[in-house]
Nanobody, 112 residues
Framework: QLQLVESGGGLVQPGGSLRLSCATSGRGLHDYGVGWFRQAPGKEREPLACISSSGASTNYADSVKGRFTISRDNAKNMMYLQMNSLKPEDTGIYYC?????WGQGTQVTVSS
């Protein structure tokens, strides 16, 4: 079993930044690729970014490319999402994921 817990969400003005964290417990995270997803109000959950088990490879959705950066620290069993130049359309609940495991999500609201 593997547990994921997101943190770092909040209210931020357009153009601002936030850094989300995903803490894991249970099995070690280092063997698996991990990703961040977002569910905006009234929309389906969508993938935003993923990173390979070693951290050597990353991929981003077009909507966040150049603004968001995914990273991981396998020694600490942590994953991060640095979000810059935030837009109102980035509002939603952000989830971290690996294999079939999901966190409870953290709310991000971008509004002036």
């Amino acid at each position: 079993q593997l547990q994921l817990v997101e943190s770092g969400g909040g209210l931020v003005q357009p153009g601002g930044s936030l850094r989300l964290s995903c803490a894991t417990s249970g099995r070690g995270l280092h063997d698996y690729g991990v990703g961040w997803f977002r569910q905006a109000p009234g929309k389906e959950r969508e993938p935003l970014a993923c990173i390979s088990s070693s951290g050597a490879s990353t991929n981003y959705a077009d909507s966040v490319k150049g603004r968001f950066t995914i990273s991981r620290d396998n020694a600490k069993n942590m994953m991060y999402l640095q979000m810059n130049s935030l837009k109102p359309e980035d509002t939603g609940i952000y989830y971290c994921n690996t294999l079939s495991f999901w966190g409870q999500g953290t709310q991000v609201t971008v509004s002036s």
